[in-house]
């Protein structure tokens, strides 16, 4: 089955400990995103990577960090400077930059709660 | 990237045809306009895209206006399984850029 997988689907850290989440897609996909959902709130654009070994910073970008040595993965690291990690992360990804239907393929997240 | 502005919610009837309006009325000449749903603890899943007109899926149909400053996602016959957030993003993604601006979404209540 093609499709991007998270893991964990949950995980609880103590405050000021780095976490890496992992996202992993096997769709061929160019590009790959991270977000950050809030309780009632939408999509918050952290990271996101048109290419291998290139990435941009989204909207949110402070106290996160991602690399992307490999096209089939695009991991996200929550360091210790950011001021709320405690969220829903959503990894995506989508076809060659530019394509007319960009249709985003979201992973099933992973809930981080820092304690 | 255009900014859209959605109903907060909206109840419906278990077999109902439920229309969801979308208002972007600084859609640009190059924009499309996508629509995701979102169930509870999950990513959000592509539902259509369209320019101008009428576009149908086996999903849904988005009508869009001649001036396309405003965009209505329709459902035929919901069931209960349609509860969820909906969200209207507009974008030219045929251009490079590649970005979704998710707003708070449509959460869509359907009542047996």
Known sequence: DGGITQSPKYLFRKEGQNVT???EQNLNHDAMYWYRQDPGQ???????SQIVNDFQKGDIAEG????????????????SAQ????????????????????????????RLTVL | ?????????????????????????????????????????????FI?????????????????????????LSLPRVSLSDTAVYYCLVGDWAYGNNRLAFGKGNQVVVIP
């Open chain 1, 21 to 23: 989440l992992s996202c």
């Open chain 2, 48 to 72: 259509i895209q369209g320019y101008k007109t009428k576009v149908t899926n086996e999903v849904a149909s988005l009508f869009i206006p001649a001036d396309r400053k405003s965009s209505t």
């Open chain 1, 83 to 110: 001021k709320n990690p405690t969220a829903f992360y959503l990894c995506a990804s989508s076809r060659t930059p530019g394509a007319l239907l960009n249709e985003q393929f979201f992973g099933p997240g992973t």
């Open chain 1, 64 to 79: 996160y960090s991602v690399s992307r040595e490999k096209k089939e993965s695009f991991p996200l690291t929550v360091t």
């Open chain 2, 1 to 45: 990237l255009a900014k859209t502005t959605q109903p907060i919610s909206m109840d419906s009837y278990e077999g109902q045809e439920v229309n969801i309006t979308c208002s972007h009325n600084n859609i640009a000449t190059n924009d499309y306009i996508t629509w995701y749903q979102q169930f509870p603890s999950q990513g959000p899943r």
């Open chain 1, 42 to 48: 939408g999509l918050r654009l952290i990271y996101y």
